[in-house]
Structures are given as structure tokens and as C-alpha cells.
């Protein structure tokens, strides 16, 4: 397995034509607290309604696998909307080694977005602003060979989303997830090459 990519040489805040991305702390907790704890945020997510210790053990943890030498990288950003300096949602790029079939482990990485927003910020694009700069992050920045997001496919938001920052429907898994309302969800996974990117 290669060294992962060196977290630590990425600049902070960034900034899109609305939002500046910069690291999660634990001064963000409430923010975050704000729209995690919203039963129609998590309806998708893969944790319930969150109180604020949760939130507050969620950033902690976010915050440790971001620093330099973490076994399981992964970059959990707070998302401001420039306009009011409001925390509006949180992303994440998690950093995994791309696989190996062959004797010899690879040397690249690979990563997975992921994303939630307060539901006041909703309908404004400000979703895909934040994803699509993560994939600046993770292919210019970072160097990754290929970035993959999940969906499920009655989340029509987060498909959109997926789509529209130019990201190729990979594959549906039928009935894969027991949904929080006992029926069964079929899973999207949207995937895009380094060399496939158009930034």
C-alpha cells in the first residue's frame, strides 16, 4: 500500500462563488447539531437523529482522522455559506488505498464524498457547489485516482446532486439497505475517473 496523500499541505478556507470550506471543530457542534438532529436530514444518512454529545463525538472523531499519519483518513469540512458566515452542512472525503488483485499493493488512493445540508440551504445548488469542490480537492489537490459517492435511489435530491457535478451512475444494487421505515432501499453508486474529470 502507498503512503496515503498528505493531508496536511491542503490550504484552508476554501472557497466557491458562495462558500468557503475549511476543517470541522469542536466550535461547530451546535451548527452541526442544528440539522443533524432533523429527522428529514438523516432520513438518508446511515446514523438516526443525533443529540449533542453525538455530534459532538462525530466532529472529534472527523477531526482525528483528518490529522497527518491518521490509519483511516478522512476529511470531515464544515460548509459556510459566504453570504451570512453561517455553518450550513458538513462534507466529507474519505481517503481509502484503490485495491489490489496482484502480489504487488497499489500505490494509489482512491476517495468517497458524502454530504448533508441544513434543509434551510436546500434547492439553492449550495449541495453540489460543496461536492463538486471536493472532487477539485480530492483529484487536483490530492492527486486520487477515482472518487465514488452513494445514493439511494428514492433520494432524488442527492442523485441530482451526484449528476450534475458530472459524476457516471455506476451501478444499482437492488434492495441492498433496511431503510429507517422498514422497506428495503436500492443503493446508486456514482463513480468518477481522475482522467474522466473535466476540472
Given amino acids: 500500500m502507498g503512503k496515503a ?12 462563488a458562495r462558500l468557503a470550506l475549511r476543517p470541522l471543530t469542536l466550535d461547530d457542534v451546535d451548527a452541526v447539531l442544528a440539522f443533524r438532529s432533523l429527522p428529514e436530514v438523516v432520513v438518508h444518512l446511515s446514523h438516526d437523529v443525533l443529540d449533542r454529545d453525538q455530534v459532538r463525538d462525530r466532529i472529534a472523531r472527523r477531526v482525528e482522522r483528518g490529522r497527518p499519519g491518521a490509519t483511516e483518513p478522512l476529511l470531515g469540512l464544515a460548509v459556510e455559506e459566504l453570504r ?101 432501499l436500492d443503493d446508486n453508486t456514482w463513480a468518477l475517473l481522475r482522467e474522466e474529470w473535466p476540472g
Fill in 5 to 16: 496523500p498528505d493531508l496536511s499541505r491542503l490550504a484552508w478556507p476554501r472557497h466557491t
Fill in 84 to 184: 451570512t458566515g453561517r455553518v450550513i452542512g458538513d462534507v466529507m472525503l474519505r481517503l481509502e488505498p484503490s485495491h489490489s488483485i496482484g502480489s504487488a499493493p497499489s500505490d494509489a488512493w482512491e476517495g468517497t464524498i458524502g454530504y448533508a445540508l441544513h434543509p434551510d440551504a436546500h434547492g439553492r445548488g449550495l449541495a453540489a457547489e460543496a461536492a463538486a469542490e471536493l472532487l477539485v480537492i480530492g483529484f487536483r489537490d490530492l492527486g486520487l485516482r477515482r472518487i465514488t459517492a452513494d445514493a439511494y435511489a428514492d433520494n432524488i435530491a442527492s442523485n441530482r446532486v451526484l449528476r450534475r457535478i458530472g459524476m457516471r451512475h455506476e451501478s444499482t444494487v437492488i434492495a441492498k439497505s433496511l431503510s429507517k421505515d422498514g422497506s428495503w
